[in-house]
């Protein structure tokens, strides 16, 4: 279907080509065999294919029209449905599954980045203290604070529970620094859930791993920046360790 081309156009140019042919070997006849077309001949070679290709065309068009809008309507939900399995449905980030997935497509394609680990501190308390569906509210406020807090080509997901992790593909280990703790200060500085009209912060430990060699497997590295967030944990919360 050629774009800007309405069903009307369509039909009419398809009823043009089928009498144009017609008249068109009609013609030829008369000139081989030398013998005059009555002019009633010419005016049923004109209706004819007037009535059928009108009628046939019609139909053909609506038929393109529907495979077309069919066709669209297929790529969207396919998108739908490809956004749906790859991002959690609370938080709106990339799973565990589709986060870990989009870091080994870079790793292969010989883009090293940091690894960082991000758990909310005490998060069990809220859940206890005011319910799930607080906690469920906090966990996407967080998910909104991380997100405002990166890069646009930074990597973020929801690893599981309250943990979050956060890749930083071509950037240097001072930037790295610099990033992770302006995701600390940006959390432990905003609002992340109103209970009775009082507003609550809350805090974040992050551990940091960079891959020590491309072969490293991401498993190990994921392991390395897991022991450095415990170890932030282990020395007061509400700070970044980085791996060995």
């Not at 090293?112 to 406020?141: P, S, Y």
């Not at 891959?211 to 920046?225: C, F, G, M, Q, S």
Request: aromatic letters at 4%; one cysteine or more.
């Amino acid at each position: 279907m050629v774009p800007g081309m309405t069903p009307r156009f369509r039909i009419a140019r398809s009823v043009g080509i089928s009498i144009g042919l017609t008249l068109v070997c009609l013609e030829c006849v008369t000139l081989v065999s030398g013998i005059p077309v009555p002019l009633v001949y010419w005016c049923v070679a004109t209706m004819c294919p007037l009535i059928l290709s009108a009628a046939i065309s019609g139909h053909l068009v609506r038929q393109s029209d529907r495979l077309h809008q069919l066709y669209t309507e297929l790529q969207q939900t396919h998108a739908q449905l490809k956004i749906a399995a790859e991002h959690d449905p609370m938080t709106g980030v990339l799973n565990r599954g589709a986060f870990l997935g989009r870091i080994g497509e870079l790793r292969a394609a010989g883009t090293a980045g940091w690894l960082v680990l991000i758990d909310v501190d005490h998060f069990k308390g809220i859940n206890d203290r005011h319910g799930h569906e607080t906690g469920d509210e906090a966990l996407r406020q967080i998910a909104r604070l991380l997100r405002e807090a990166v890069r646009a080509d930074d990597l973020l997901g929801r690893i599981g529970g309250e943990e979050f992790g956060l890749y930083l593909p071509r950037t240097s280990a001072a930037d790295a620094l610099a990033l992770t703790e302006r995701v600390r200060s940006h959390v432990a500085r905003s609002t992340a859930y109103v209970v009775d009209g009082r507003a609550h912060g809350v805090t974040v430990s992050l551990g940091l791993a960079i891959e020590r060699t491309p072969a490293e497997n991401l498993k190990d590295i994921l392991h390395r920046a897991d022991m450095a967030m415990y170890r932030a944990k282990d020395e007061g919360r509400n700070r970044i360790a980085a791996a060995a």
